[in-house]
């Protein structure tokens, strides 16, 4: 399996990673949930070079995660924010954030950042459930099948 060939695995974390795999493409999706949308800003926070900055976001533009949204006509100024599509990413960004926050804090001081249900005011930390069911589900609960979208083009099944 080769990097720049990940979109045309059969396995979807694969084809996840041609688009989201890259430290400074995580760390841009992260700044645009926490509501960074200039290309200045992006800089200024990350400290990363105009032509890595330009190339990550040209690939999330590209492929549907965020969306150049004009703000200024004169001169010409464009913004960027999350589509429905880079929405969809806000578990897996949270995810990461509570793993980050579980395995790699500083015990001394604790989570860098602490997320905060709206609805119920109290703090909060990501739960996987059963869309079925409802049910608390980790990895030891969960069988994984070959699907249609693996079936005919693999020879012998693998899993993910």
């Known amino acids: ?23 400074w493409t995580l760390i841009i999706l992260r700044d645009c949930f926490l509501g ?13 070079t105009r032509h ?8 999330l533009v590209q492929n549907d995660v965020l969306v150049k949204t004009p703000y200024q006509e004169k001169p010409r100024r464009e913004e960027y924010r999350l589509t429905e599509k880079g929405l969809a990413l806000h578990p897996v960004i949270m995810s990461l954030v509570h793993w980050g926050n579980t395995y790699m804090t500083d015990d001394e001081h604790g ?46 099944p693998r899993t993910e």
């Open 1 to 23: 399996m080769r990097w720049e060939h990940l979109d045309q695995e059969p396995c979807s974390v694969a084809r996840t990673l041609s688009v989201i795999g890259d430290r």
């Open 36 to 48: 960074v949308r200039r290309f200045e800003k992006f800089e200024s926070r990350l400290g990363i």
């Open 52 to 59: 890595v900055l330009t190339d990550r976001l040209k690939k």
């Open 111 to 156: 989570a860098p950042l602490i997320h905060i249900h709206k609805s119920c005011g109290h703090r909060m930390s990501p739960v996987t459930t059963c869309s079925h069911c409802g049910e608390p589900v980790t990895a030891r609960d969960i069988r994984v099948e070959v699907g249609a979208g693996w079936e005919g083009v693999v020879k012998t």
